[in-house]
């Protein structure tokens, strides 16, 4: 499976903004999607993970209340809508298949930069 992110761009404090992860391949559906994020200077980590059905979602603390993760398996893709950026959510954003603990295939990044 191909994973390609998209939908980052420059938003202010309090805002919102709406992830997609496009991904390629007829296995699409039977995977587990990760979100991670990687800070400048800092290691990657974990975000979000979405079961294959979409019916089991997990957040990291940092994002939970805050980013809601969901998929449209009919269009193989994933999205991460994210509410409230902070400015410590300054990232490049990047899906996955597998868990947080084993990912499969790593996708592009999408740069999310957060603004006072």
């Known amino acids: 499976v191909q994973l390609q992110a998209s939908g980052g761009g420059l938003v202010h404090t309090g805002d919102s903004l709406k992830l997609s992860c496009a991904a390629s391949g007829r296995t699409f559906s039977s995977y587990t999607i990760t979100w991670f994020r990687q800070a400048p200077g800092k290691e990657r980590e974990f975000v979000a993970t979405?079961?294959?059905?979409?019916?089991?979602?997990y957040y990291a603390d940092s994002v939970r209340g805050r980013f809601t993760v969901s998929r449209d398996n009919a269009k193989n893709t994933v999205y991460l809508q994210m509410n409230s950026l902070k400015l410590e959510d300054t990232a490049v954003y990047y899906c996955?298949?597998?868990?947080?603990?084993?990912?499969?295939?790593w996708g592009q990044g999408t740069l999310v930069t957060v603004s006072s």
């Open positions: 996955a298949t597998g868990t947080m603990d084993r990912v499969v295939d």
């Open positions: 979405i079961s294959w059905s979409g019916g089991g979602t």
